[in-house]
């Protein structure tokens, strides 16, 4: 199963090479991971997007709140969250892929941030299966590089991660 | 008053009320050792290798309930440390080592003897730092030692560059540290506590196995009054011999590859189970799955969280620490006012008597060939079992372990969990220095022994009255018997050729060696080795090159699939 882990860790140096090596050492999967400082910026807040069974992911939660500085932990999966990733592809846009283009960004709520005489870059944000429905929707050919952040995730109403 | 970055560690030491530290000094760690020179509170080992630094100060904390300190040098000094860091690891030893770090304009540029120290031991530390100012000494020494002792224990590494180290700033040793992310548990749940009791209460076939988290929490006392209340049979894991006294009538042995057949069927065929401190590893419960095809309620004392339902599911978990957690389990058995089902005990208890009955741990001693399990029944009369015995990894580790039968907690001093060779020897230096009257056996191999026999100098240098009973049977003798069983018995690499004459070595180094070749000659040998009081004697017994451990659960197997000496 797919779960979103987000934790609050202390921010520094070595904080998330600890995160990394655990999954390494222990052989869970990363999909993604982000992190960057919070409000308090003595926290970092970091996003892994995982998979494994009950046990797996019981284990990956329990190991993470064991490192040292790591403050706290959530799984996301297991109520209400919204997630959210940044996407910025950089197409060719020539002729008449350019109105095609600009369309497609629209319908997708994308935008188009950077103009050249042959190519855009648009900015899109969603979940990650709408930005991968975006990629499909276009012509694959057209994509010239892509860069993704990977899930964020933060949890609905009172579900809040905080020190 | 303003002090160097390297006197602040040593003072830290001393606030600690560290009596040793055990080191090998290196360029980065001179302002340290010049620091260390100008005091006489905390005193100085110096060993001949960093591993070994590490495993005495392992040996000095598994023996005592103090932090063990270690100090060595950058690059090479902390690669060589690494083992003995990862050994401590993996059986939850208290540990603090100092690293001197290249000075921090060097870091990252390879500089002579550089190593990214806190990095190669992430994964083996329970947690490091790399302290980049001196006024972050004192408060990062006391954050080691608090980390290292509280909660799990585990070493911490502490790597001060050389130019920290020599950086001048006011000192203050703070009196106490909280770290906000790290919160150990202290006791459980009440709730499951009674819940615990009550399932305990209402076994037919209850089972109590511990493991080293009985010897690290000192909770011997509390575990023997709840089996005793409970009239359940105990077994110890490998790490937790001694937690619960080995003569007595309801202890059934070690558990495990190497266990009795009674510790190993009880663990199987229980039908609730209660774990204390102990880690269901593989070694002890062999195939989880054939383990799990007995239904049992399993009960699951540890402080770690994460130890729990790792390998197996647990049905309560009490997260806690083992003497706190016990302390309130013995009450809430107490206040249900029930009995221990005594007729379901009884046939539970018939069925172990028929188990015991096998004498799975006999084995045919011999009047022309020393046999290994001999030489450590000896042992175990002549020391009348009250002797610190470390040792190395191996077949005699398993025999040490199977026949000296430890009644107290912190005698027997092992590498369980990471298989050390080369453990035994700087481990009993940490424990004699530790208690400096006591006798102090190290049983080991002769594959083992070399892996740091250039200890026997420390000893020498420090009056170590160590006696090396060394189980010498020309072969790197578990290796031999896997190959034997599993490998169509070809003796790959395993026969240990070209051994040196250890009596002249030890003499060289020293100190007194012996050669026994007859079984006629172990026991006066041990005599004559144990009166020595005040010498390091090495004692090199040739035993029986085809000795195997038996019994013995084959890697992969199911705890009731285990082999015994009759069967072959």
Redesign the interface.
Known sequence: MRHIISLL??NE??AL??VA?LFS?RGYNIESLTVAATEDPTLSRMTIVTRGSD?VI??IN??L??L?????VMDLSDGDHIERELMVVKVRAVGSDREELKRMADIFRGRIIDVSDTSYIIELTGTGSKLDSFLHAIDRELILETVRTGASGIGRGDRILK? | MELTGAEIAIRCLQEEGTEYVFGYPGGAVLFIYDALFNQDKVKHILVRHEQAAIHAADGYARSTDKVGVALVTSGPGVTNAVTGIATAYMDSIPMVVISGQVPTNYIGEDAFQEVDAVGITRPCVKHNFLVKDARDIAVTMKKAFYLAKSGRPGPVLVDIPKDVSNQKVTFEYPASVSIRSYNPATTAEPAQILEAAKLLLNAKRPMIYAGGGVVLSDASKQLTELVRLLGAPCTNTLMGLGGYPANDKQFVGMLGMHGTLEANMGMQNCDVLLAVGARFDDRVIGNVAHFGEVPRKIIHIDIDPASISKRVKVDVPLVGDVAHVLADLLTAVRSTQQKPDAEALAVWWKQIAEWRSRTSLVYKNSSEVIKPQFVIEKLYEITHGEAFVTSDVGQHQMWAAQYYKFNQPRRWINSGGLGTMGFGLPAAMGVQLAHPGATVACVTGEGSIQMNIQELSTCKQFHLPIKVIALNNRYLGMVRQWQEFFHGNRHSESYMDALPDFVKLAEAYGHVGIRIDSPSDVEGALKEAFARKNELVFMDFRTDPTENVFPMVPGGKGLSEIILAEDL
């Open positions: 860790m202390e140096a070595g090479s600890r090596g050492a046990a019981e284990q329990k190991q709140n064991k040292i500085d790591v403050v706290s020190l």
